[in-house]
């Protein structure tokens, strides 16, 4: 079903056609494919498509007997925010008991924002196959979706003569999980249920970026830009005491603790609808976008987004279980730094834990003053003697400080602390590369063994002669800082047989050996024919985010979350053919988050596309009045949880 205008297909039209179609069909066979291209979706060119979700994109599947079929896409709307689902509100959020929060804790000016918070941050997506499914209202098959909701952008002032407050960072976050009903003949989902994951055993949920689907079918979701530990050591961390019904309280006074935030965290969803979370506290704690779990369902990788953040991995002691293994850092030893850069890795072990040895830790109370200590450039400078020991980093320190150059020693015993509450802190005491900037969305291939990681942005320490105070210059790339603010993918080939930099083998097949960029952005080009607003250009991708992998396509998809392009895409990536297609177009100002890919889900094969923050005045600041105002106005700013639709199942 391919709707005439806008091409965009509302639950209720999915609803009567899922109706319509009956209930009694089998699963269709999945189509044994050669190859899968995607025709193009043109940029924006008025004033609807600006402001709309739109494809005109449809996949020409050439199957293995060499026939061809052409399938139309389609964008289908689940829900948006402030939408009730059977039972609950898209993009709630809530406190521990589960109850709307009405009201922020006041600003540094005593400004409040009043509820009740319905996000429009709608961010990583798992859409979750799970056996003896069963749900009141499901006429098809039963889906589970799970999604985060990041953060919330505005909301208005408790003085109705102020402006609207920036809530970013400033509340409690939330995951949703939406029962859908398959349909069995047109694939068509139906939203039937929606609730709130309870994250009261964990006390709450800090900033949810991207996700990723396990290869056991549980949702694995990423808490972003972790509470600097050193600063709320001694300042109240008021959006989670939000959550838990302690404002104004430090940690040692009952308040929430930053060390229970900035890690993973996994969600397992029954076949009644019902989710339990867990936080994984042996994978570290970093500004984490997510995790992606390779073929061997042990190995994982991370984005750590920020600007002079790491390259981590992480390797399981069993299959299937995240909850104990060996964390590493990249070290990046440069072969070229030309077209972005081409570089061996090289792994420096961090150290080895269990989810329960690291969260006595949290629950004995340990503080940020109990790992380091800590001194300026001043300091050293003053008296070296007194400050033997200590070494220099440069790295992002997470939510609540600057980053600066600062000394730092660790304390008797504290390497394991340090390895995982103070990741990136201990990737640079031992010498990991820190110049990494916006390390975002991570997705691999099982087939070829090869995994993609991206640079949104490449700034600060990566370009050569830009790093300043930075203790040391692992990555120096050359070109134009223009098309390096276009953002690039990198690739790397994974292997066995590996061993860290002490020597010791690494106990992984999958272990990322290299790393080089097949795909980037580029400045636009003087006088181009579309994109009057656009920096980079309009026919590339611009600041990659989110990635996913199909092994069935063998297409990498490409999701934006860029300042460089009025208008964010979807992309769809052919490392066979070396091309790049436009396959998706979000309204202005927002991103597109929650990608992900299905091939083959009862006969059906979706795309999760989620549109995060329509119309956020942050995101449309930089343009002129007649996008910042005129076209502002004309956005609904609700957020959008979705997919692409009109694939059938497809297999090798």
Known sequence: MRPAIGLIASTALVGTLAGLAGIAHAAPAPLKVKSVEFTTTPAPANGFELVNPYTRSSAIVTLADGTQQTFPLSYVILHRSGDYIGGWYSGLIVDHAGKPVQQTAPDKDGNIAVGPFMSAGADGTSLLQIADAKVDGVKGNALFLVNHLEYSTEGPNLDPTKPPLDLYGQLPMAM??????????????????????????????????????????????????????????????????????TLGKLWNDGGANP?????MVEVAVKGDGSSTAIKHYSTGRLAFELGDV?????????????????????????????????????????????????????????????????????????????????ATPDDVKADPAKHEGFRPIYIYPGTGSKTVL???????????????????RYAAWLGATTEFTKVEGVAHSKADKKMWIVSSTVRAGMPDGKNDVRPQDDIRLVGDSKDFNCGAVYESNLAGGQKDTEGNAIDSEWVATDTYSPVHGAKQPEGAAVGKYDACNTDLVANPDNLRWSEAMRTLFIGEDSGTHLNNFVWAYNPDAKSVTRIFSSPAGAENTGLNVFDDYNGHAYITANIQHPGAAEDLSKYPDEIKIELRHQLDQRGYVGYLGGLPALSR
């Open 294 to 374: 390779m073929g061997d369902g042990r190995t994982v990788y991370f984005g750590d987004d920020g600007d002079d953040v790491i390259r981590a991995m992480y390797v399981a002691d069993k299959e299937n279980d995240l909850s104990a293994g060996t964390l590493y850092a990249a070290k990046w030893q440069q072969e070229s730094g030309e077209d972005f850069g081409r570089a061996k890795l090289a792994w420096i072990r961090l150290g080895h834990a269990s989810d329960g040895e690291i969260q006595a830790m949290i629950d004995g109370g340990i503080r940020f003053s109990d790992i380091w200590e800590v």
């Open 176 to 245: 949703n999980v939406t029962v859908l009903d398959q349909d069995t003949e047109s694939g068509g989902l139906r939203p039937v249920k929606l609730s709130t994951v309870d994250f009261s055993n964990v006390d709450g949920l800090w900033i949810p970026c991207n996700g990723s689907t396990t290869p056991w079918m549980t949702h694995l979701g990423s808490e972003e830009y972790e509470p600097d530990a050193r600063v709320f050591e001694t300042k109240p961390l008021e959006p989670m005491n939000l959550y838990r019904g």
């Open 406 to 424: 600062e000394y730092i020693k660790l304390k008797p015993g504290r390497e394991q602390a340090a390895a995982f509450l103070e990741t990136r």
């Open 259 to 263: 060390y229970r935030y900035g890690h």
